[in-house]
């Protein structure tokens, strides 16, 4: 082991965090479990900037609603990676319309993002000394894109620690989880308080529609990820009774 790998015994968490609803659940999820967690966020010319900006209230209002939690926030990274949108052309880096492609993947799909991201996040944590990154990919119910699957996580987490010579542990808890227990999870993690939190800071929509409030939130109501978003919320609703 390297001068810089880290005793196993600390858990210190980075957690890919975008602004979404996921990425947030997976915030309040990791300081629920670990001693120290910190944050980062990518920019790659997203389509639209809603969430990035909503992160720094995200992370201000979660320091109000738990002073443990206020007490384990430590650092929050933003890193360019404006690289991605030069290497792929996609509805999500470039301004064209959303759609289904051939391959049955969303023409929002980066491919190899995700890869991307863990492994920057992987660089962070090294330097930073954290062992664990916490990424809100999920199996369950999304779009299709293959980097979120289980396995591509748990090989990457192989060849990170090979390649790097580090113990990371790469943590998912959202994977096999939908929409719905997302929801109930955050319910869990954070009472009301996390859920209308969610509600009111986080933003999914995929056409960046930050002007229309519904029971679930910010978003047009129409594309897919504010689909998935509002039928999860909807069918949450009914299991509280
Ligand atoms: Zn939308």
Not at 3 to 12: D, L, V
Not at 165 to 171: A, C, K, Q, S
Request: overall charge neutral.
């Amino acid at each position: 082991m390297t001068e810089s790998a880290i005793p196993t015994s600390q858990k210190k968490a980075l957690v890919l965090f975008s602004g979404g609803q996921d990425s947030t659940t997976c915030l309040a999820w990791a300081l629920t479990h670990y001693e120290l967690v910190e944050t980062i966020g990518f920019t790659y010319g997203q389509r639209h900037s809603v969430e990035l900006k909503a992160r720094p209230a995200i992370i201000q209002e979660l320091r109000k609603m738990n002073i443990e939690w206020s007490r384990k926030l430590g650092e929050d990274h933003l890193i360019d990676l404006s690289l991605l949108s030069s290497l792929s052309e996609t509805a999500m880096t470039q301004d064209i319309a959303i759609q289904m492609m051939e391959n049955g993947l969303p023409n929002t799909f980066v491919p190899g993002r995700n890869l991307m991201f863990f492994t920057t996040a992987a660089i962070v944590a090294y330097r930073r000394g954290l062992n664990i990154l916490v990424g809100g990919m999920c199996e369950t119910d999304f779009s299709g894109y293959p980097d979120c699957r289980d396995d591509a996580i748990k090989a990457l987490q192989v060849a990170l620690n090979i390649g790097m010579d580090t113990r990371l542990n790469l943590v998912t808890p959202l994977m096999w989880k939908n929409k719905t227990q997302t929801w109930a999870l955050a319910k869990k993690l954070g009472g009301e308080a996390l859920v209308n939190l969610i509600v009111s800071h986080t933003h999914t929509c995929y056409t960046g529609d930050h002007t229309h409030i519904h029971d679930w939130g910010y978003g047009c109501g129409e594309c897919p990820a504010c689909l998935l978003r509002k039928r999860g919320f909807e069918a949450f609703q009914k299991t509280k009774g």
